[in-house]
C-alpha cells in the first residue's frame, strides 16, 4: 500500500519541531519521503489543501470499557463514583456490552485524531477489548484490570491473587504483537486501595523480567492517599509503589495529582511515567496536578482522557488546552505552552509506552500514524501562529483524515471501515441493557 499527502504543513514534532511545508510518502505503513514530493506513483493521492498534518495522538490513560457509562456516573467525588457507578457497572458487563463500549470509544478516538492508546479495562472479558481493537485498527496497549483485595467491589470484580495474576500473563501470551505489532498487553493493577502487596510485588517482577507496561493509578484524590497510608503502614502511594518493586521505567502511572516533593523526586529518579488527565480531575474535583514542577524534574508527564465516565469526552484537544491553561492559573502563564501540550500529546506518549522509535513523530522509517487538521474552519482563524492554533483553538471535529499504520481509518471526517451511526445505536441498546444489570 502507498499513499502520498501533498500540499501539506508538516508539523513533524522532531527533534528540532520543524514545520515544513510539503508532502509525505507512505510505503508499507512507514513514512518514506518527507519535503518534496517524490517523482513514484502512489495507490492513493490526498491533497491536504496546506492542512496541518501531525503525528497522530497518543493517549496514555483511558478505560474504552467505561464509555457506555458516559452520562451515568456524573457529579461524584472519586471514591463515591467508583463505589456507586463505576465498579457495578463494570462488574455487569457482558462480551457484548464490552464489545459495543470498546467500538464506541475506538471510533470516537480516531474521529478526534487518537491512534494510540493505553487502556485499562475491566477484570473480565478483556479478549473482547483486543478483538475489537484488531479489526478497528486502533494502535493500542492494553491491560486486564487487577483486583485482589477489596471486598467493598461487587462479586465479579474480586479475585484471587494467583488467577489475576495468570489471566493477566495468558492475554499477555494471546494477544501481544497482534495486529501487525499494534497491539500489545500490559500489567493493570488497579491501584493501592484495591491491590494486595503479593499482587504488586508479583506484577513489578513480572515486568522487570519481561519488561511489560504496568498501568496503575497514584495519588489522584486526597481520600485515596489517606486510605493507602493506612494500609502501608504510613507510606506515601509512590513511596508505597516503589516499596513493592513498582517504581521503573515501565510503570506509567494515571493522575499523580497529589504528589509530595520526595515523591516527586522518586518519580524522576527511577524514570516512572505520570500519565495526565486534566478533564478528568476536574470533573471528579480530584485536583490540579503539579505537572510544571514534575516537567522541571524531568519527569515524563503524557496526556490522556481516562475514561467517558468521568470526562466525558475522549478528545485529545481538550486535553492540551485544558493541561496548559490549568498550569496558567495555578502556576502562570507561560510555564506550559501550547508547544509544550503539543509535546505531551504526542512525544511523550510515544516515550511513557517506550515506543518513541516507532511513532510520535513523522520522521523516515517511522510507523505511517498521522493525522489531518481542517484549517478553513472559522473558529480557527486567522490562524497566525500553528501552536497555538491546534491547542487553544481546534477541536477534534477538524480532523479530517486518520492513518494508522499506513491505512486509511478516518476520510473525509468520516470512518472508512466502520458505520459510525450504527456503533452509535448499538452503543444507545448496549447502554441501556448494562444499566439495568448494574441497577443504576
Known amino acids: 500500500m502507498s499513499t502520498l499527502i501533498r500540499n501539506a504543513t508538516i508539523v513533524t514534532m522532531n527533534d528540532a ?96 485524531g487518537t491512534t494510540t492508546v493505553l487502556t485499562m479495562e475491566t477484570v473480565h472479558d478483556t479478549d473482547v477489548v483486543f478483538e475489537t481493537l484488531d479489526r478497528m485498527g486502533l494502535r493500542a496497549v492494553v491491560g486486564k484490570c487487577m483486583m485482589d483485595s477489596d471486598r467493598d467491589v461487587p462479586r465479579r470484580l474480586q479475585e484471587a ?15 501481544d504483537g497482534k495486529g501487525g505489532g499494534r497491539l500489545r498487553a500490559a500489567f493493570a493493577p488497579r491501584f493501592a486501595v484495591s491491590c494486595s502487596r503479593e499482587l504488586l510485588e508479583a506484577v513489578a517482577e513480572l515486568s522487570a523480567r519481561e519488561h511489560v507496561i504496568v498501568h496503575t493509578h497514584a495519588a489522584e484524590n486526597r481520600d485515596e492517599v489517606e486510605m493507602v497510608r493506612r494500609i502501608s503502614g504510613g507510606m506515601s502511594n509512590v ?14 502511572t494515571a493522575h499523580c495529582v497529589w504528589v509530595t516533593d520526595a515523591e516527586q523526586a522518586l518519580l524522576a529518579e527511577r524514570d516512572v511515567k505520570v500519565l495526565h488527565c486534566p478533564s478528568s480531575n476536574l470533573k471528579l474535583g480530584s485536583g490540579l496536578a503539579p505537572v510544571t514542577e514534575m516537567r522541571a524534574r524531568g519527569i515524563s508527564v503524557s496526556l490522556g482522557a481516562d475514561g467517558a465516565a468521568c470526562n466525558n469526552r475522549l478528545d485529545m484537544f481538550d486535553e492540551m488546552r485544558l493541561a496548559a491553561t490549568l498550569q496558567a492559573v495555578r502556576a502562570r502563564p507561560g510555564l506550559l505552552t501550547a508547544r509544550d501540550a503539543l509535546w505531551m500529546a504526542t512525544r511523550e506518549g510515544a516515550r511513557a509506552l517506550g515506543v518513541q522509535a516507532e511513532v510520535g513523530s513523522i520522521e ?77
Open 364 to 440: 523516515l522509517r517511522k510507523r505511517a500514524d498521522l493525522i489531518l487538521i481542517n484549517r478553513n474552519r472559522l473558529h480557527v482563524a486567522p490562524d497566525h501562529d500553528p501552536w497555538s492554533t491546534l491547542v487553544y483553538a481546534a477541536r477534534g471535529t477538524d480532523v479530517r483524515l486518520t492513518i494508522v499504520d499506513g491505512e486509511i481509518l478516518v476520510r473525509d471526517f468520516t470512518l472508512v471501515r466502520e458505520d459510525a451511526a450504527g456503533i452509535a445505536a448499538e452503543a444507545r441498546q448496549a447502554a441501556g441493557r448494562l444499566a439495568a444489570r448494574a441497577g443504576v
Open 161 to 175: 491473587t494467583r488467577e489475576s495474576i495468570d489471566e493477566s500473563v495468558a492475554l499477555r501470551k494471546r494477544w
Open 239 to 252: 513511596e508505597y509503589l516503589a516499596d513493592t518493586g513498582l517504581a521503573t521505567p515501565h510503570v506509567c
Open 17 to 112: 519541531l520543524d514545520i515544513i511545508e510539503g508532502a509525505v510518502s507512505i510505503r508499507d505503513g512507514r513514512i518514506f519521503s518527507l519535503g518534496p514530493e517524490p517523482d513514484a506513483a502512489h495507490e492513493t493521492v490526498i491533497d491536504a489543501h496546506g492542512d496541518y498534518l501531525l503525528p497522530g495522538f497518543i493517549q496514555t490513560h483511558v478505560h474504552l470499557c467505561q464509555t457506555l457509562f458516559r452520562g451515568y456516573a456524573d457529579d461524584m467525588p472519586l471514591l463515591d463514583w467508583l463505589r456507586r457507578r463505576v465498579w457495578p457497572m463494570e462488574a455487569a458487563h457482558t462480551a457484548d456490552t464490552l464489545r459495543a463500549s470498546t467500538r464506541l470509544a475506538a471510533s470516537e478516538l480516531l474521529l478526534t
